[in-house]
């Protein structure tokens, strides 16, 4: 009997694993791989060997191990809606993609512990939606929340809208299930608060990117619901301002500031110009706005109290020109629907060149007024759609081509150009060049320049003992 190719050799011990149905190649009639071969952003696109999708733990550690035995990489998978190119395969046709969305369950709910295990393919909105209906708040919140899954929240330690009070997604995590480079499993699921029982395995995973090990389950932390929840917009004269009114509301609000976002007036432009319906407020007469979110743990006569007096103290201090408040969840859905548009609205303008970057709150406007000078000056027109979570110094600080470019060009030419000088004034300004979005492909040949090379030799002794046949998401983080 002719031996089967290696290749198709591992197709059929992981079709015996996972059920024929939920291993695809691109030799299977009428198979698309596009929605797992191509990042959100279009910017890539690659080719799988194949998708595999399983359903348990149990099957991923098999799988794990079939492809560690065929020394096959493997590219973990949540939602798909990352930003630097780290969730789907290269182009050599020889990368797993491992896709983790059949595995979605909430497994427990412990209302006494204030924690939720939830599987990894359990998409974001899903899992909020279950800690809501058991009368709690899970307080991660991005835009992708739709899509995005829990799993990949942690690969890459996502932020969101909430950071300034709840942290990253690293902040909400007590425990985790991990299947190792080897395929064995490591039962982590504790809801426990305080273990001072050794190396914190728990964090080195979270923001690893897939590259350490495969989260397949973790236990969150829950919150009370607050009994209300106010959001107000505010337009100020300058960064600076911003930065003040910031102050003010840590001040005045306390635990209660739950949202700090800085909006540019260009990236508010984009979103009246190409989503007129939802009526931008103030954003022609001023720079700079300001949304602000009070979550009060009292009532709501309360909370309006407290962020009129927050107003009040801002417009008499002349960091706020003028403010409004929203009278309703509607309204305050949509002044939020307004911030979340802004990334589409960018991409409705054109292609475009991201920065997700973080920078000291006191040094924020100083490096802005730096840096766009500088970028005006070496690409002229270029427009700046700054935006992003002030309240814990992460900027999106992205650079539109000049208004009637070739934009395919203008990001041919000079990409690598604008990312060298927007990651120079970072590291001048003691910053980071990804505050949440990862590493991943995008930015691996820029990390060596601009982190600490100690820093990165622990990284490359870790990544070399716990995977040393590099078969987990090879390429990204560290290269």
């Known amino acids: 009997m002719t031996a089967l190719p290696l290749s198709s050799s591992l197709i059929a011990q992981l079709r015996q694993i996972c059920g024929t149905a939920n291993v695809i190649t691109h030799d299977d009639p009428g198979a698309d791989l596009s929605p797992w071969e191509q990042d959100w952003r279009k910017r890539v696109r690659g080719r799988a060997l194949a998708v595999v999708r399983p359903c348990s733990t149990a099957e991923v550690a098999a799988v794990v191990k079939a492809c560690a035995a065929a020394n096959t990489p493997i590219v973990p998978q949540g939602g798909n809606t990352g930003l630097v190119v780290g969730g789907v395969p290269d182009g050599s046709g020889a990368q797993i993609v491992l896709s983790m969305t059949r595995m979605n369950a909430v497994r427990a709910i412990d209302p006494a512990n204030l924690t939720l295990t939830v599987e990894a393919g359990c998409v974001l909105q899903n899992l909020q939606a279950a800690a809501e209906n058991a009368g709690f708040l899970f307080p991660l919140s991005l835009g992708a929340e739709g899509s995005c899954t829990i799993g990949g929240n942690l690969g890459t330690n996502a932020g969101g809208t909430q950071v300034v009070r709840y942290g990253n997604t690293r902040e909400l995590c007590l425990g ?82 739950t949202g700090f976002e800085v909006m540019g007036q260009f990236a508010l432009g984009l979103v009246d110009k190409h989503y007129p319906q939802l009526r931008v407020p103030l ?25 009129e007096s927050l107003l009040e103290a801002a417009l008499e201090a002349a960091c706020v020109s003028d403010a409004v ?39 924020i406007p100083a490096f802005v007024a730096e840096t766009d000078a500088l970028l005006a000056r070496e690409f002229p027109g270029v427009r700046m759609v700054d935006f992003g979570h002030l309240g814990d110094g992460n900027l999106h600080y992205n650079v539109q081509a000049p208004a009637g470019a070739d934009e395919k060009a203008f990001l041919r030419d000079n990409e690598d150009r604008v990312n060298t000088l927007v990651f120079d004034q970072v590291l001048k300004f003691d910053g980071s060049i990804s505050a949440e979005h990862g590493v991943g492909e995008l930015k691996v040949g820029k990390l060596p320049l601009y982190k600490d090379p100690t820093a990165l030799a622990m990284m490359r002794a870790i990544k070399q003992t716990l995977d040393p046949q590099n078969i987990l998401n090879p390429g990204r983080v560290l290269g």
């Open 283 to 307: 954003w022609q007469d001023t720079p700079w706005c300001v949304l602000l979110e009070n979550s009060d743990s009292e009532n709501e006569a309360h909370a309006r109290s407290q962020f």
């Open 176 to 257: 985790l299930e991990v299947v190792t480079a080897q395929g064995d499993i490591w039962h982590g699921l504790s809801g426990l608060r305080k273990d001072n029982t050794g190396y914190d395995l728990r964090n080195l995973m979270i923001g690893s990117e897939g590259t350490l090990g495969i989260i397949t389950a973790a236990t969150m932390k829950l919150y009370p619901q607050p009994a209300a929840q106010l959001t107000a917009w505010a337009a100020v004269p300058s960064l600076e301002s911003a930065v003040q009114l910031l102050g003010l509301a840590h001040q005045r609000l306390g635990p209660g500031l």
């Open 325 to 363: 408040v929203a009278e309703n969840l509607t309204q305050a859905r949509s002044l939020w629907r307004i911030r979340e548009s802004i990334t589409l609205a960018q991409a409705e303008e054109g292609l475009n060149i991201k920065h997700d970057i973080s920078i000291p709150v006191s040094r």
